[in-house]
């Protein structure tokens, strides 16, 4: 590869996550907090490029450019600078869940679980309500009505869940929480729909069968559609 | 002042591929420039092809990879272009112990402050071996630094609450595993295998144009290898399905082998990993602790990037021999602490 289309592909690298982070784009592949490195990564390798071509044409001019190429390989940088700009895929969704046990063990007991936030419903992550509902035993949410956003998936037995991917660190290690639907009709909603329910705490518990992990039950009064949040990961 | 193998070989190579790149009526510019123009003008039909849920998922993953590693990567080549052109070699004789076999723990136990993950490491040792730092001792921080600095083991003691002993387990296992293959280099290890450091030319350049064009090597080299190998880690996320791996976690030695193996194939960031281990519940803490010590050292993407920076002779025989001393570590550490 010469020096000039170097130049140019690590400007299209440095464009695309640019774009990607000075947007909200960057939210369906990474957690929020890796922004601003990927601005400062963006920027270096526009700079870089800036360099690169300052010094190509300082050179051409000395007149003893001597052309150094890189290997093919580099060739696929462009691959990601495609998969950013053009094709720029959305958040993980009921295909990557359906796939996935869900991943509650991930998240140890804890002893204590502070009071619900204020709120009747109370706005809480469906990790939250999962994990009181499992390792509380519901406790915490006994007598409260509680509000939970996620998208619609299905077991292989047509079972309905309530689902939220969730994040360490990128999309590859996305992992869903899953929350099975009880008490309101659920056959409307096409999987991958964001809806909320409002609802109460209930006792039924089923295994994921593709981990053999706790899945708890909301009782919903109410489930309506709603649209897919900015950030669609937990 | 900066000398390498390619200087020597002469001014006759950059003129060969001048000739050869006389006789084409178009360079790689245009070619370029074509591919853009076609990819924008399919794109709609790009979009449509590539709406089929498998292909999403395959997509967001390979993406995410990359946008994940690449502010690492970045930073390694940055810092690694600061050591190749601002840090003498003087320094570095001064630092290490001039005992080889001594200098290892020392550059091993130095990765803990090279605060990132493996794709920063490798361009980093990268720079150290040009340095004139001996290859053994910098494969040990290669190794070392993505598995045992303060971002790494935080993040596990956050994924393993209440286990205090796992966090030092990961360290220990994982100080062990590159300090012996250090050793292993020593013994066992040729110079042939590593191939000569590519440089690009910097003689009679300032500093500042050496500076830039170690960057632009780095990141051209790194780079292309890193999206193989997020590839490939994309591809066996979405074929490998999670009903295989848990079928075999109740069996104590197979467990083991089968998540040192998942970590090879996953290629997680080890910032990250932790959180992965934590969530495979139905293996024992033995078997988690290999993932997390192979992991960082061995996967597909990292494979990847040492044949572009060390060569393939060299990752060929580096990889599985790593894999397997990780794997014994992980197990012997994992049996006496945990």
Known sequence: ?234 | MLVDAETETGPGAPETVHRRRDRLPFGGLEVLAAGLIVILVARPWLTDALAAPWLQRWTVVFVSVIVQALPFLVFGVVLSAVIAVFVPPSFFARVLPRNDALAVPVAGAAGAVLPGCECASVPVAGAFIRRGVTPAAALAFLLSAPAINPIVLISTAVAFPGRPDFVAARFGASLLAAVVMGWLWLRLGRADWLKPPARPHTEGDSKAAAFWASCRHDIMHAGGFLVVGGAAAATLNAVVPERWITAVADRPVLSVVVLALLAVVLSICSEADAFVAASLTQFSLTARLAFLVVGPMVDIKLVAMQTGVFGKSFAARFAPATFVVAVASAAIVGTVVL
């Not at chain 1, 720029?88 to 991943?103: E, I, Q, R, V």
């Not at chain 1, 140890?108 to 939250?128: C, Q, T």
């Not at chain 1, 499992?134 to 047509?158: M, P």
């Open chain 1, 1 to 234: 590869m010469k020096r000039q289309a170097q130049a140019v592909v690590l400007m299209l690298l440095g464009g695309a996550v640019l774009r990607t982070s000075l947007t909200d784009a960057y939210l369906r592949y990474v957690k929020e907090g890796l922004r601003p490195f990927l601005i400062a990564a963006g920027v270096a390798l526009v700079a870089i490029a800036v360099a690169t071509l300052y010094y190509e044409l300082r050179e051409r001019r000395a007149a003893h450019a001597h052309e150094h190429p890189e290997p093919k390989v580099s060739w696929l940088l462009l691959a990601p600078v495609v998969g950013l700009l053009l094709v720029a895929p959305g958040a993980l969704g009921a295909y990557a869940a359906d796939s996935t046990g869900t991943a509650l063990g991930a998240w140890e007991e804890e002893s204590d679980y502070p009071p619900l936030p204020d709120g009747d419903p109370a706005e809480i992550p469906v990790l939250d309500y999962a994990s009181r509902a499992i390792f509380d035993e519901g406790r915490s949410i006994e007598g409260r009505r509680v509000r939970l956003t996620g998208f619609i998936s299905r077991a292989d037995d047509g079972t309905v869940f309530l689902t939220r991917m969730i994040l360490s660190c990128c999309a590859a290690d996305a992992r869903p929480i899953k929350v099975g639907i009880e008490g309101a009709g659920t056959d409307g909603y096409a999987d991958d729909t964001w809806v909320a329910v409002v609802g109460t705490y209930s006792p039924t518990m089923v295994r994921d069968p593709i981990n053999n992990e706790r899945i708890p039950f909301i009782a919903a009064e109410t489930l309506e559609p709603v649209g897919a949040p900015v950030k669609e990961y937990e």
